[in-house]
């Protein structure tokens, strides 16, 4: 069973920087396509970043030049650098897995950026 473990939210000021990861076991994390996505009460969930399992990124328009997502295959773990934070990224923010049919989400982590 694939378990993903985010860290690393909290609460910063508008400008700031927050590093998120997320810690992946259970799977084959070099074969996993890896996600993050964000979600504010009363809205869908929404993706913000992708890294494919060569190692290419994708973003929403709204996080590209400020957020960027990398991952460590020796260290099973998936990265999201957000720098420049605004008060509407504030969320809760979740790591996603696929790897062939099996999909896993994590528990996610809370991010607070103050005006």
């Not at 990398?70 to 809760?92: C, G, I």
Request: aromatic share 8%.
């Amino acid at each position: 069973q694939v378990q993903l473990v985010e860290s690393g939210g909290g609460l910063v000021q508008a400008g700031g920087s927050l590093r998120l990861s997320c810690a992946a076991s259970g799977s084959i994390f070099s074969l996993s396509h890896m996600a993050w996505y964000r979600q504010t009460p009363g809205k869908q969930r929404e993706l913000v970043a992708t890294i494919s399992r060569s190692g290419n990124p994708n973003y929403v328009d709204s996080v590209k030049g400020r957020f960027t997502i990398s991952r460590d295959n020796a260290k099973n773990t998936v990265y999201l650098q957000m720098n420049s934070l605004k008060p509407e990224d504030t969320a809760v923010y979740y790591c996603y897995s696929q790897e062939g049919l099996k999909t896993a989400w994590g528990q996610g982590t809370q991010v607070t950026v103050s005006s």
